[in-house]
């Protein structure tokens, strides 16, 4: 029997909640995510959002969720680098790797609830915690031992919006070229533009090419208008739209 593709987030999802957690990287953490735990609780199309997102900010990422398949989908998709199943081995991944202040997605097939109790229960402390809806007992406690919570609706920055693009053919080298376009279009004086560089520069490496002809990234007008100007000058092969911030 054939097995269903997993669903996928939309990549402005993506891109917002990586800019969300840069935002709090510069509120608490000295501005940067490296050697920081995410606990993720369920890995459906919000969860991987968030995975792809702690990835290319630099933080360790250990997903929760009860369906092995679509977490061997994701291993396959490049958006986690190891599925195991149990906790133990979860947590022996990330300690080698936070020691060493790298990046890394490890999902665990196990029953979210029950699992973010076990891990309240053993006092493993993460930094950050995702989740869906209202805390389960075991994320309470950890909202109450200090756990920062990522919000499921983090405000895009006031006055942009999402510039997206996207190419029929030759993405592998058509797409490095737009991004450097894009990264010299924007304000170098704006706080989050190292943010941004970032994301155009790294996170190719963890959207895979599920995402490979497909990129976008937040600007002001005038950052949009430079962009937009030199794209249909220099690659007028590219497709490229515009998502207001409702906000803006």
């Not at 997903?63 to 977490?71: I, P, S, V, Y």
């Not at 076990?118 to 493993?124: F, L, T």
């Not at 962009?227 to 207001?244: D, H, I, M, W």
Request: hydrophobic residues 45%.
């Amino acid at each position: 029997m054939a097995v269903a593709p997993m669903p996928l987030p939309d990549i402005s999802l993506i891109h917002d909640r990586y800019l969300a957690l840069n935002l709090l990287a510069r509120e608490h953490f000295a501005g940067t995510l490296a050697g920081r735990l995410l606990l993720r609780l369920e890995f459906d199309p919000n969860g991987i959002a968030v995975a792809i997102a702690a990835s290319v900010a630099g933080a360790a990422t250990l997903c929760l969720d009860a369906d092995a398949e679509a977490l061997r989908q994701g291993l396959r998709s490049g958006f986690c680098d190891f599925v195991v199943a149990n906790l133990d081995e979860a947590l022996r991944i990330l300690k080698n790797e936070i020691r060493r202040g790298l990046p890394v997605c490890v999902c665990l097939s196990a029953d979210p609830v029950a699992c973010a109790d076990a891990i309240a229960e053993r006092g493993v402390q993460p930094d950050l915690l995702s989740l869906d809806g209202s805390a389960t007992p075991g994320a309470q406690q950890l909202l109450e031992r200090g756990v920062l919570r990522l919000a499921d609706d983090a405000e895009p920055e006031a006055g942009t919006s999402l510039l997206r693009w996207s190419v029929a053919a030759d993405a592998a080298r058509t797409m490095p070229r737009i991004a450097a376009i894009a990264s010299e279009s924007l304000d170098s004086d704006n706080a989050s533009t190292p943010a941004r560089w970032r994301w155009l520069g790294i996170s190719p490496r963890y959207l895979g090419r599920a995402f490979g002809s497909r990129q976008c990234v937040r600007m002001s007008p005038g950052e949009a208008k430079t962009f937009v100007e030199r794209l249909r000058a220099e690659v007028p092969s590219a497709t490229v739209g515009n998502k207001g911030d409702p906000a803006a």
